[in-house]
């Protein structure tokens, strides 16, 4: 069975204080480990798609980086605009193709 | 611009009465999926159709029922028999591979 483990459960910095969440995974071949982002209220937004160990995808404040067993999501100098709950999800090779979901990670960022 | 909407956005259901939440989509999907979000808990999956006329149960489907009569729609029905409905619900497709599911805006449902 496929699972995700994601740390820490809330995460609270300061303003320019950079960090790293981890996404922690087992699964039966990997097809693809996604990023999401989700706001209080909304639904998700797709961040990133890894799928191989040593890729790393970067977009403004956030590089995503993958190993065989655990994906980071580093937040390098964030601002208060960053905080929102951060998903990680991981596919397998075939199947129903269906996303395993970690249960997130509340970041909130303080001015 | 392509996208899921999701209504309503709010929804209260009364004990013993049915809700459908609609989704619909023109992103041209085939595969389509409905969530629900608890705090604490993440996102689990109620049903998913990956064609039209066809639809498997997930993990939590008991209590909730689904129709795929056309590509675009997939509505989810909340029924009486569900006895802890309140939950955010996500409906999800799921088209490249590449940027795995792209999600709705959510409906909340309360029971009052």
């Known amino acids: 069975e496929d699972q995700v483990t994601q740390s820490p459960e809330a995460l609270r910095l300061q303003e320019g204080e950079s960090s790293s969440l981890n996404c922690s995974y087992t699964?039966?071949?990997?097809?693809?480990l996604f990023w999401y982002r989700q706001d209080p209220g909304k639904g998700p937004e797709f961040l990133f798609t890894?799928?191989?160990a040593g890729e790393e995808k970067e977009k403004e404040r956030l590089k995503a980086t993958l190993t065989k067993k655990e994906s980071f999501l580093h937040i390098t100098a964030p601002k208060p605009e960053d905080s929102a709950t951060y998903l990680c999800?991981?596919?397998?090779?075939?199947?129903?193709?269906?996303?395993?979901f970690g249960r997130g990670t509340s970041l909130i960022v303080h001015p | 611009d392509g996208g899921i909407t999701q209504s309503p956005k709010y929804l209260f259901r009364k004990e013993g009465q049915n809700v459908t939440l609609s989704c619909e989509q023109n992103?041209?999907?085939?595969?389509m999926y409905w969530y629900r979000q608890d705090p604490g808990q993440g996102l689990r999956l109620i049903y998913y159709?990956?064609?039209?006329?066809?639809?498997q149960k997930g993990d939590i489907a008991e209590g909730y029922s689904v129709s795929r009569e056309k590509k675009e729609s997939f509505p989810l029905t909340v029924t009486s028999a569900q006895k802890n409905p309140t939950a955010f619900y996500l409906c999800?497709?799921?088209?490249?591979?590449?940027?795995?599911?792209?999600f709705g805006s959510g409906t909340r449902l309360t029971v009052v």
């Open positions: 992103l041209n999907h085939d595969a």
């Open positions: 999800a497709t799921l088209g490249s591979s590449s940027r795995g599911y792209t």
């Open positions: 999800a991981v596919q397998a090779r075939g199947g129903s193709y269906i996303p395993t």
């Open positions: 159709s990956q064609i039209v006329n066809d639809f």
């Open positions: 699964v039966s071949g990997l097809r693809g």
């Open positions: 890894l799928y191989s």
